[in-house]
T-cell receptor, first 111, second 114 residues
């Protein structure tokens, strides 16, 4: 069945460091891909999305490119801030609409 | 524009009881989905409602049920509660549940079973 695999956390970085969180997927058809972020005590917020191959989603300095050839959707940010500390979820929607999530990657950014 | 509202934020119940959680979607959104979040299993899809009809269902026992009203508000019910039902229950809405549409999440209801 369809699934999403993320790199395990927690990931600890210093402020202004470069961030990569790996995400690969298995899906039939052509899913849409998403990154969501969850801050402590809150629900999930959409960070960015891509709906077809080679699309690049971007928001708040974060970027991810839909790579169909490698079935990947890695999240990157050039310079992280303490306020980026949160749990990041990669997700896909196959035809049918429900979201399938990866296990989440906790990011901690130290000043 | 108001976001997705879930009530209550916290609930404490005992085994064997039942519970009803409520979700008000963003105005104009007709698709409402429910997810269970636990440390062990992560985020798992429960079901989706659209126009008062359950359109998709995840792999959960029949103790988990839901409904949607004509104003798109949704409720989720869990009967005969078990310790393993302790979780954060998240509701999400979108315009019509299309796969390209992002889902907008509420802050969740944290259910604790004693």
């Amino acid at each position: 069945g369809d699934s999403v695999t993320q790199m395990e956390g927690p990931v600890t970085l210093s402020e202004e460091a470069f961030l990569t969180i790996n995400c690969t997927y298995t899906a039939t058809g052509y899913p849409s891909l998403f990154w969501y972020v969850q801050y402590p005590g809150e629900g999930l917020q959409l960070l960015l999305k891509a709906t077809k191959a080679d699309d690049k989603g971007s928001n708040k300095g974060f970027e991810a490119t839909y790579r169909k050839e490698t079935t990947s959707f890695h999240l990157e940010k050039g310079s992280v801030q303490v306020s980026d500390s949160a749990v990041y979820f990669c997700a896909l929607t196959p035809p049918g609409g429900k979201l399938i999530f990866g296990q989440g990657t906790e990011l901690s950014v130290k000043p | 524009k108001a976001g997705v509202t879930q009530t209550p934020r916290y609930l404490i119940k005992t085994r064997g009881q039942q519970v009803t959680l409520s979700c008000s979607p963003i105005s104009g959104h007709r698709s409402v989905s429910w997810y269970q979040q636990t440390p062990g299993q992560g985020l798992q899809f429960l079901f989706e409602y659209f126009s008062e009809t359950q359109r998709n269902k995840g792999n959960f026992p029949g103790r988990f049920s839901g409904r949607q009203f004509s104003n798109s508000r949704s409720e989720m019910n869990v009967s005969t509660l078990e310790l393993g039902d302790s979780a954060l229950y998240l509701c999400a809405s979108s315009l019509d549940g299309g796969r390209n549409q992002p889902q907008h999440f509420g802050d969740g209801t944290r259910l604790s079973i004693l």
